[in-house]
């Protein structure tokens, strides 16, 4: 039988045939009452299996606390009681409790049951009870070892899907409790908000978080945000691990999907902890300097060392799947337009200024069409500016890509399935081009209109959307048919570098460095964008004063790196400055 005192003697049975079968039920109401389901908006639950608040409806409910004479009084009395109590109604009517209403808490979104956590973890011998509200659980465990306590918090964040930042294990002496000899939920509950506050306290936070604010440009961010949902790029990526490196005693597999308050927490760097002696580094991060050389080498020397600017779009389409897709999701097109597109722009532009005193520089360069004229064959301007296509290039498929994922069908469907939405939009775009007289042209021009650049970004997209290795193999092959169908005609450099560095970056674990040569690494992989607008006037420099193309090369190198130094100095503090107005703006 179930009952409450506000409705005495009893609010349901179970009938005694029942009871082998249903004792784990509260039954039925007793003749003459009602029972049903609410939930949080008192809207009545007529489905199975979904819990809510469990109301009650008879002659039997009492009128309620009187507190004056008048209240006494009172003809009438309520015949509805809200039991504060959350059921399931069963497929033959019966009822099963399964918690109070005031024990649950929402975090992230999801309502989370205290009392299910002591059953689930009594369940494995632990004397649990647990407490908390919306800002975090605690879970109190008699006789419970330091390390013991710190396994169990990050398997419950496991098992419950939310960071390891708002839950608490703690020690329990003694169980408070009441006259009745019920626990005391009440100073349980008290005692988790002083746990809480504690912990939140501890968070060694040194300079990581500011640090981590300026790498996102961002003003500050939610702890329970990771660096993916809150958008960064592939080069604030690199410059996150780099620091990342230095803060933290181990940097964990995937830290890009975790919670950033899990990285404060983690935040151990002290006198004692162990030198780290290698650094391990994403291939991404390799080929994406590859390319940036060949592009150089290229330029400078004339040598056929073509398709470091195409695996730059590939990488492109990589880091925009990797990074942006939650933002755009959430429609936070400002946030993906800024990240993406200011910080290339803001140095092509002042790049196109400097050029601009020493020979003039035509519309479409401003304008940001000249991809279309760089792939035809009346190119009238300085050969110099010609590697700039690809700005124009880029600049349209993040403009496209953009306009597209504003149709909420096209959002709905990348929340849902990114890796068939990539694949998809592959096979598509590689048919426009083939029915399209963009087909016929030469690889190494082809590639310059939007369809090709829009090509290469989506098999970009398709590696970094990808998951385990069926998803992993389909990609494989997508390159393996682009090259049969679609490359074949290129140089063969470029061939060598479309099917080869896609499948590092697919396959290739993180690669184990020394620590040196990993942090010099992530240092210039965070100057890629910049070595390549800087490397245009310093070819420009160098080849007036150098003669032999090898020491041309070596110069131009040399002198982009140094001016990529200089630009995301200036342009960083340029940058920083227009994010912070943009994110009041946002805000």
Request: net charge positive.
């Amino acid at each position: 039988m179930y009952g409450q005192t506000e409705a005495a003697p009893r609010i349901s049975y179970v009938p005694p045939r029942d009871l082998p079968d249903y004792a784990h039920t509260i039954g039925k109401p007793v003749p003459g009452g009602m029972l049903w389901i609410e939930d949080s908006m008192g809207r009545r639950i007529t489905d199975t299996s979904v819990p809510g608040e469990l109301v009650y409806q008879g002659p039997n409910v009492m009128m309620g606390y009187a507190t004056t004479r008048q209240e006494i009084a009172r003809p009438t009395r309520p015949t509805l009681l809200r039991t504060g109590d959350l059921a399931e109604r069963l497929d033959n009517g019966y009822f099963r409790m399964v918690g109070r209403a005031s024990r649950f808490v929402k975090l992230f979104g999801l309502r989370i049951g205290l009392d299910e956590i002591e059953t689930k973890l009594r369940a494995d011998g632990l004397n649990a009870y647990s407490a908390g509200d919306d800002s975090g659980i605690v879970v109190f465990v008699e006789k419970i070892e330091p390390n013991a306590a710190a396994n169990l918090r990050v398997q419950l964040a496991d098992s419950m899907k939310i960071p390891a930042s708002v839950i608490a294990v703690s020690p329990l002496t003694k169980v408070p409790l009441l006259s009745s000899g019920k626990v005391d939920y009440r100073a349980l509950n008290s005692k988790a908000a002083d746990v809480l506050a504690a912990q939140s306290a501890d968070i060694p936070q040194g300079d990581l978080k500011p640090a981590l604010a300026r790498i996102l440009r961002c003003n500050d961010f939610d702890d329970a945000m990771s660096f993916r949902d809150l958008g960064g790029d592939s080069l604030a990526y690199l410059e996150a691990e780099l620091l990342l490196n230095a803060k933290l005693s181990k940097l964990p597999n995937r830290w890009e999907d975790m919670p950033i308050g899990d990285l404060l927490i983690q935040q151990s760097v002290t006198k004692e902890s162990p030198v780290k002696q290698r650094i391990s580094v994403r291939p991404d991060l390799l080929m994406r300097l590859a390319a940036i050389t060949t592009v150089v080498l290229l330029h400078a020397t004339g040598y056929s060392v073509g398709g470091g600017v195409y695996i730059l779009t590939i990488l492109a389409g990589f880091s925009f799947a990797g990074f942006q897709l939650k933002p755009l999701i959430d429609l936070r097109i400002g946030k993906v337009l800024a990240t993406m597109l200011l910080p290339i722009l803001l140095a092509y532009y002042a790049t196109l200024a400097v050029l601009s005193t020493i020979f003039p520089i035509e519309l479409r360069w401003i304008i940001l069409t000249a991809n279309f004229y760089a792939a035809g064959d009346s190119i009238t301007v300085s050969q110099f500016l010609l590697p700039y296509w690809f700005v124009s290039a880029y600049a349209q498929i993040i403009a496209l890509f953009t306009l597209m994922l504003l149709l909420g069908s096209v959002r709905h469907t990348i929340a849902r399935y990114p890796f068939l939405f990539g694949v998809g939009l592959f096979a598509v775009v590689s048919i426009v081009m083939s029915l399209t007289p963009a087909g016929d042209l030469p690889y190494r021009t082809q590639i310059r209109y939007t369809l090709g650049t829009l090509q290469l970004f989506t098999i970009g997209w398709c590696i970094s959307a990808a998951l385990g290795s069926i998803q992993k193999a389909i990609v494989s092959v997508l390159v393996v048919i682009s090259y049969l169908v679609l490359w074949l005609d290129a140089d063969a450099s470029v061939t060598l570098l479309l099917t080869v560095a896609p499948l590092l970056v697919i396959w290739s674990p993180r690669i184990s460095l020394p620590k040196t040569i990993s942090k010099g690494l992530l240092e210039l992989g965070t100057l890629t964008l910049y070595i390549y607008i800087a490397h245009v006037p310093m070819l420009l420099v160098a080849q007036h004063i150098i003669e032999p193309p090898i020491l041309i090369f070596c110069a131009t190198m040399l002198a982009s790196i140094i001016a990529a130094f200089a630009m995301r100095l200036l342009f960083g503090w340029i940058l920083d400055r227009i994010y912070r107005q943009l994110n009041l703006l946002w805000n």
